[in-house]
Every structure is written in structure tokens, then in C-alpha cells.
T-cell receptor, first 117, second 112 residues
Framework: AQSVTQPDIHITVSEGASLELRCNYS??????LFWYVQSPGQGLQLLLK??????LVQGIKGFEAEFKRSQSSFNLRKPSVHWSDAAEYFC???????????????FGRGTQLTVWP | NAGVTQTPKFRILKIGQSMTLQCTQD?????MYWYRQDPGMGLKLIYY???????DKGEVPNGYNVSRSTTEDFPLRLELAAPSQTSVYFC???????????FGNGTRLTVT
């Protein structure tokens, strides 16, 4: 069965500190992987995506993520967090296999990020 | 660009009432989706559509219905509202080729 695990429900970091949000997935097909960010009262905004190729992908707002197939992980990182990064972050997986419904994503439960000044 | 527009933003329903959540997109996307978001649970897919006239169930379709008569619109219908349907509902759309989802700002629904 498809599933996405974000083991950290809530993370608190100081502004300027580095950040890593964990994501592990279980998926029987070739995966597409995404990270989305949600600010309060807003919809989800795409941070970055992995389809194939280079396993280190760059996204918006200085975020990056690394796909590790052997560990079934797609962790999100940022070297220096800004107060405006406080939000909820969702990891999602979809199928890259031909015939699958692209965009039918499975989401993790989210990680709430708090940034201390 | 408006992107994905959802109406209403907020709604309170009594048990047993019905309503339609509206969703429209102006990006000419073939794929459209309805997700619900419950606290600490992430997003669950309710229904999706791969084009006008074609819809299919997602993970949690019970209690909901959809239709897709045009490329732009994908309304979600609740026929007999129940407290378990209290949630935030998100509509999304995407193009072909694995392009990412574009989300609306959500509809917060309370059923009491």
C-alpha cells in the first residue's frame, strides 16, 4: 500500500539555523516525489519535485531535497531558516508509471515548523 | 491569473443538509482533484477527474459526489451532511506529464 511518513509532527528551530524535515515513503511503483508548504489559511504551494535524474533537487525559497531510493526517503533541507519559513510542510508521492493517474498524490501528515527569532 | 478558485471560503451546515462546493480553474488543466484535510492527517483524495465527463473515486469518496461537465469546473456535492464531514476541502488541478498540483485556497466546512 502507498504511504508517506513524516515522523516529526512539530519542529522548532532558531532563525538562521539549518533545517531538515524527514520524509519516508512506501510505494510500489516508480515514484514522483513532492514537497509542499502551507501557510495558515492558504492552499498548498509547491516547493520542489523529483521525477528522475539528479537526486538532489533545488526548489523555491532556498529549499532542497535529496532522493535516496535505498532508504525510500526524500528529506527536505534548508541551510539557514528565516522567520517567514514558519508553516506546515507536506511530503507527497505519486506514480510515475505509464497509465497511472498523474497528480493522484498520497500525502504525509505534515510537519509544523516554528521559527524562533 | 486566477488559478484555482474555490467558493465559498467558509460554511456551516446542519446535519442532513446538502451543499455544493464550487471549484473552477482557468489554466485549461485536464486533471482536477478534491482533497479533504483534517488536523494531523494530511490530505486525503476524495474524487478526481482526468477530463470532462470522466470522474473516479479516491481514497475517501463516501458521502460525496462530483461531476465534470466542463474542463474548467469540478463541483463537489454533499447530499446529507454529517459531522464527520467537518473538514477543510481543497480543490486542485494539474496538467499532463506529471506536472504539479495547483491548489485553491480551500473551503472550511463545519457540520453541526
Amino acid at each position: 500500500a502507498q504511504s508517506v511518513t513524516q515522523p516529526d509532527i512539530h519542529i522548532t528551530v532558531s532563525e538562521g539555523a539549518s533545517l531538515e524535515l524527514r520524509c519516508n515513503y512506501s510505494y510500489g511503483a516508480t515514484p514522483y516525489l513532492f514537497w509542499y508548504v502551507q501557510s495558515p489559511g492558504q492552499g498548498l504551494q509547491l516547493l520542489l519535485k523529483y521525477f528522475s535524474g539528479d537526486t538532489l533537487v533545488q526548489g523555491i525559497k532556498g529549499f532542497e531535497a535529496e532522493f535516496k531510493r535505498s532508504q525510500s526517503s526524500f528529506n527536505l533541507r534548508k541551510p539557514s531558516v528565516h522567520w517567514s519559513d514558519a508553516a506546515e510542510y507536506f511530503c507527497a508521492v505519486g506514480s510515475a508509471d505509464r497509465g497511472s493517474t498523474l497528480g493522484r498524490l498520497y500525502f504525509g501528515r505534515g510537519t509544523q515548523l516554528t521559527v524562533w527569532p | 491569473n486566477a488559478g484555482v478558485t474555490q467558493t465559498p471560503k467558509f460554511r456551516i451546515l446542519k446535519i442532513g443538509q446538502s451543499m455544493t462546493l464550487q471549484c473552477t480553474q482557468d489554466m485549461n488543466h485536464n486533471y482536477m482533484y478534491w482533497y479533504r484535510q483534517d488536523p494531523g492527517m494530511g490530505l486525503k483524495l476524495i474524487y478526481y477527474s482526468v477530463g470532462a465527463g470522466i470522474t473516479d473515486k479516491g481514497e475517501v469518496p463516501n458521502g460525496y459526489n462530483v461531476s465534470r461537465s466542463t474542463t474548467e469546473d469540478f463541483p463537489l456535492r454533499l447530499e446529507l451532511a454529517a459531522p464527520s464531514q467537518t473538514s477543510v476541502y481543497f480543490c486542485a488541478s494539474s496538467g499532463a506529464g506529471g506536472s504539479p498540483l495547483h491548489f485553491g485556497n480551500g473551503t472550511r466546512l463545519t457540520v453541526t
